[in-house]
């Protein structure tokens, strides 16, 4: 029987869930409706397929967007869903830690609760998607060491430093990979005259897309509709177009790491120099990131293994530290009535 403590790491591009013994359910965090009677048709993976594609009765939507809930009934969809499908086998309800990003309001934190008891969830946490990150790529944080953080998701990007158990300073920016996504479709539309979806401009960017400048310059095909003709089109789009437009938001990414070291007290700063700057999320695989965060710190920087799961991994494992944690857990936990 699996265990009755579910982590859920509830990311705006895909969420994450499973147990102590690893991830057991992994889906795009998208809903489709039926616009007429407002009926959810599909849930994540059946969905995900279907952007760009679908006939015009049929919304496809993101419940979280930017690292927060857009749409609190749609999340509750999405999170039941995961519960249902891990916990068929089970009467009781599950003890549920649910992962999110460290900029969370309280009003915000009382709607992922609310969301996951009607859900089904016996008891409810919250843990900070930083704490969750630095667990997952394998910190010890109950040691008085500092560590620092920088978790790229789909739509918010989370900067800390921990030590202790727990959170001495943070900031999150809603700047991450979908905004990196955003840029491409913009650059190719601009540049080309060529209209892509979603999908295609995260394909590029997986393949192509870099915030430095090598000597290589590989290419890929973009393919969509053209602007002028309308028809179906696909042009040549090669990494050197696309440094500066990523580099733009890099900036962003880099700068808020900075804002976090000038706060740091010193003798942390002294422990992350020798540490280093661990970068997790799938925000982290583009190409050159980790470099540009090296030479805009001075801090060699690093991305952890697993790094898409990584938040997820570790809000599994913040389950042996319920109680044992100065910060980072969010709020009482939640019992359902």
């Known amino acids: ?19 102590t013994s690893g991830i057991l359910l992994k889906e795009p965090s998208v809903v489709a409706v039926n616009k007429k009677n407002g009926k959810v048709i599909a849930i994540g993976e059946s ?36 519960l249902k499908t891990i916990c068929k086998n089970h009467l009781l309800k599950p003890r549920v830690i649910i992962c999110v990003p460290s900029g969370i309001t309280g009003i915000e934190s009382q709607s992922v609760i609310e969301a996951a008891v009607e859900a089904g969830a016996r008891r409810v946490h919250l843990i900070e998607e930083p704490v969750a990150a630095a667990l997952g790529a394998g910190v010890d944080i109950t040691k008085p060491n500092g560590n620092l953080i920088v978790d790229i998701g789909g739509g918010t990007t989370d900067v800390a430093v921990i030590s202790l158990r727990g959170i001495v300073c943070k900031t999150s920016v809603k700047v991450a990979g979908q905004a990196f996504d955003e840029a491409i479709i913009r650059q190719i539309k601009n540049a080309h005259g060529l209209l892509i979806g979603e999908k295609t401009a995260e394909n590029v960017k997986m393949q192509i897309g870099s915030v430095i400048s090598d000597s290589e310059n590989p290419c890929t095909d973009a393919k969509g509709r053209d602007m002028i003709s309308g028809l179906p089109c696909k042009v040549p789009v090669y990494r050197a177009e696309l440094v500066p437009i ?54 060699e920087t690093r991305v952890a293994e697993n790094t898409v799961e990584c938040v997820a991994m570790g809000t599994m494992k913040s389950f042996s530290l319920l109680g044992n944690l100065y910060d980072g857990f969010l709020d009482l936990p939640s019992h359902a009535h």
């Open 1 to 19: 029987m699996p265990s009755l403590d579910i982590g859920i790491d509830l990311g705006t591009s895909t969420i994450l869930a499973g147990n």
């Open 246 to 299: 990523l580099k733009e938001i890099a900036e962003q990414i880099l700068a808020a790491t900075q804002r976090v070291l000038e706060i740091t007290p010193p003798e942390l700063v002294g422990d992350i120099r020798t540490n280093g700057i661990i970068m997790t999320g799938g925000g982290s695989l583009l190409h050159g990131l980790d470099k540009y965060i090296t030479e805009g710190t001075k801090v």
């Open 47 to 82: 969905v995900y397929k279907m952007i760009g594609r679908t006939p015009e009765y049929i919304d496809v939507i993101r419940p979280l967007s930017d690292g927060v809930i857009s749409d609190y009934r749609l999340t509750g969809v999405l999170i039941k869903h995961m």
